[in-house]
């Protein structure tokens, strides 16, 4: 057969010279090579198949928060991320395959009600023990010997506001911020039933904002109504309200402590209060997925472990300011960095801290308090 | 052969299947003949039958798009429809029949004013987007003879970023120390930033519009463009001026493209929940994000899919009574 150069087969299809059947034969040839190509390199891509895959909160999937993982494996394993639960519920129910989610508190009971947990073994965490102890037994998170929760990541839910702007709150700090019609259309709340709805239960004083009586209710949504006029919008990312903060089109907004963190490092003038209504703790951390692999068990329990190290922790408070599971990782941060702990809001004594707050539960009638959020979000 | 020896070996091979696969054709043209001398074997009856009915072939050729549709598009539909009279148990669906999510849609006052404030947004985007696209159009179409390629691609160019890009492009434009505000204050008209221009349903308008634009001004295009020159100048010549040529000839033979770009912007606009979300603020929410929060945080996938189905008939019923209206108003004008 004759051999083609680049040059002819350029040329005879400009002039028409060459022939239907050779210019078959030259894309079968191409088909041919196309198909064959990835064979080569394809042990480029066996390392993601041995890995779990973790589905998480962007941020959470950084390497630095899994070090001693990727020391040992030499990757990171498969990273899928969510914006909330809710998300991931959907997405996982509509059939995305998972290792290990990396929820909230309050969402472990509906999850393992739906049957998409199974229980963890704790024997083969090496860090279990290391783990605060008041965070392993916060209800709803084990039944019985079953622990379906291993929490490795808490923090606050509190109002953070400019304090070069509202002056007067300096030495008052309270959720009544948030309602204050001084700073009409330049506040702002989550999004969200448990940091955004909760807030207004808190603020009227519920005895139990999980589970209110109908009277709090009532008075809950007349709250929120009252704050909606006030209300520059309801924020789901911390990026809007950082940026809003720092430009100074926010005053005052629900945060968590890593929006604090990143405004305090920009050398702003703010301040995460602890409101004389308490602040609101929530505990995040990882659940085993009931349709894992079984394979990969023994790099679901290495990554537990790198997550919950203290290194990561160390990670997680200096970086995010978040809190972190491991008990050692606050000793470090304050042997290292004397005075650090106290300026991102934590007592060097960690139960202090963690009491202080009001923790996040599961709440109670759910699909009430959202149809409630959503007819005050829409003005009714 | 220096440097070349597996494509030809690729083509070596290529040649060889060729002439095992001649030969096999030959082989079944003789069985066919054979065959076809005692009596038609099956395949060639078949065969016959699909080359005589035209429909069939038609069917055929739209095989692959019509199987699509149905997998993409009928089959998603009647879960939907289905799904609407389930109802959500918490993390169960029942499945038995039952009227209660459209009794709730229409017992609860939140889906019926949402819906209708939705229609309006979308309303006021489909006018804005038109009234822009016309003139744009009527240029192209009247004024450019020349390179009228070239003025289609530069239309299109602000399209080639994603849309989300587009959406914070407005997002930078009104926010509080956006372009509008920081070119207000540093002429001195004002002295503090206007905080009306973001996160309401006016931003809203402003973005969809502007994202849509490229839908209304390319139909709207292809039927000025294919407007018969000689009738306008014969309406000039029986004595109509300008503006009443436009209104009599151009307009009503260029309705059928206003009419799909007004569709193409309105139907897809009505349910958008991501512009609304990013600039709408309180106020500014539309029905598509109230669906969206029923098949996530609310978690009710029934109702979430009744307010579907109750979305998708009224906009049905719109655009039939919207069809109608500009029908009668082509037949008075014309």
């Known amino acids: 057969m004759k051999e083609l150069k680049k040059e002819d087969v350029v040329e005879q299809l400009a002039t028409g010279q060459m022939s239907r059947r050779q210019f078959n034969q030259s894309l079968m040839a191409l088909g041919a090579t196309m198909v064959m190509m990835p064979m080569g390199s394809r042990s480029a891509f066996a390392g993601s198949d041995d890995h779990p895959t973790v589905f998480t909160w962007e941020g959470w999937d950084v390497p630095e928060l899994h070090q001693p993982y990727l020391a040992k494996h030499g990757e990171s394993p498969n990273m899928a991320i969510f914006g909330d639960e809710e998300e991931a519920f959907a997405k996982m129910r509509a059939g995305f395959k998972v290792d290990l989610t990396q929820p909230c508190t309050y969402k472990v009971p509906i999850w393992k009600d739906a049957g998409i947990l199974e229980p963890i073994d704790t024997s083969r965490l090496s860090t279990w023990d290391d783990i605060i102890p008041s965070l392993k037994t916060i209800p709803g998170t084990y039944e ?3 622990q379906y929760f291993f929490p490795t990541d808490w923090g606050l839910t509190s109002v953070l506001y400019r304090a070069d702007l509202a002056p007067e709150y300096v030495d008052n700090e309270s959720w009544g911020l948030l309602w204050d019609p001084k700073y009409k259309g330049r506040l702002s709340m ?24 109908d009277d709090e209710m009532a008075k809950t949504r007349a709250a929120l109504k009252e704050q909606l006029p006030l209300m520059r919008y309801y924020w789901t990312s911390p990026a809007d309200i950082e940026q809003a903060l720092a430009s100074g089109e926010l005053v005052a907004t629900s945060a968590w402590n890593s929006s604090y963190a990143a405004l305090k490092k920009e050398g702003l003038d703010v301040r995460y209060t602890s409101p004389k209504e308490g602040a609101m703790t929530w505990v995040c951390g990882f659940c085993l997925m009931s349709d894992h692999d079984p394979a990969k068990l023994d790099r679901i329990y290495d990554y537990l472990d790198a997550y919950a190290s203290v290194e990561s922790g160390v990670f997680a408070l200096t970086e995010y300011g978040y809190g972190h599971g491991n008990i050692h990782a606050f000793a470090k941060v304050e042997q290292d960095s004397p005075g650090l702990l106290k300026e991102l809001g934590y007592s060097v004594d960690v139960n202090e801290t963690l009491n202080a707050g009001i923790f996040q539960a599961p709440m109670g009638n759910e699909p009430a308090l959202q149809a409630m959020f959503e007819e005050v979000k829409a003005g009714m | ?20 696969y001649k030969a096999r054709r030959y082989k079944d043209l003789s069985f066919m003949s054979r065959s076809a001398t005692s009596s038609p074997g099956f395949g060639l009856r078949l065969r016959r039958r699909f080359l005589a009915s035209e429909a069939l072939r038609g069917f055929s050729l739209l095989s692959p798009t019509l199987l699509a549709m149905v997998f993409g598009l009928a089959m998603p539909l009647l879960v939907l429809f289905t799904l609407s009279f389930w109802l959500q148990d918490y993390v169960d669906f029942i499945k038995t029949f039952s009227w209660k999510n459209y009794a709730d849609f229409f017992d609860k006052p939140i889906y019926g004013m949402i819906l209708f404030k939705s229609i309006k947004i979308s309303g006021m985007v ?10 744009m159009a009527y240029f192209i179409a009247f004024r450019i003879k020349t390179n009228k390629l070239v003025w289609l691609i530069l239309i299109t160019v602000p399209f080639w970023t994603s849309y989300l890009l587009r959406v914070f492009a407005w997002k930078l434009m009104l926010g509080y120390n956006g372009v509008v505000n920081s070119g207000l204050k540093s002429i001195g008209l004002i002295s503090e930033p206007l905080e009306f221009l973001l996160y309401n349903p006016t931003a809203v308008t402003i973005t969809l519009a502007h994202a849509w634009a490229a839908f209304a001004i390319l139909p709207i295009y292809v039927s000025l463009e ?21 209104v009599r000839v151009t307009l009503p033979l260029s309705l059928p493209g206003v009419i799909a770009a007004s569709l193409l912007v309105f139907i897809p606009t009505v349910g958008d929940y991501v512009t609304p979300s990013l600039v709408g603020g309180p106020s500014g929410i539309m029905i598509g994000n109230i669906i969206q929060s029923m098949f996530g945080k609310a978690f009710n996938w029934p109702l979430g899919a009744a307010i579907s189905v109750m979305v998708m008939f009224t906009i049905t019923a719109m655009v039939c009574a919207f069809l109608w209206g500009t029908h009668q108003f082509r037949r008075r004008v014309a």
Do not use: C, Q, W
């Open chain 1, 144 to 146: 019985g010997n079953n």
């Open chain 2, 226 to 246: 294919k407007i018969d020159r000689s009738l306008l100048e014969a309406a000039r010549d029986l004595g109509e001026n300008a503006f009443m040529t436009f």
């Open chain 2, 1 to 20: 052969m220096p440097g070349g020896a597996s494509p030809s070996g690729i083509m070596l091979l290529a040649h060889d299947d060729l002439a095992v």
């Open chain 1, 190 to 213: 989550a999004d969200s039933l448990i940091d955004g709805v909760m807030v207004a239960a808190i603020y009227i004083g519920a005895k139990d904002p999980f589970n209110m009586t």
């Open chain 2, 126 to 135: 489909t006018l804005a987007t038109v009234l822009l696209a016309y003139p």
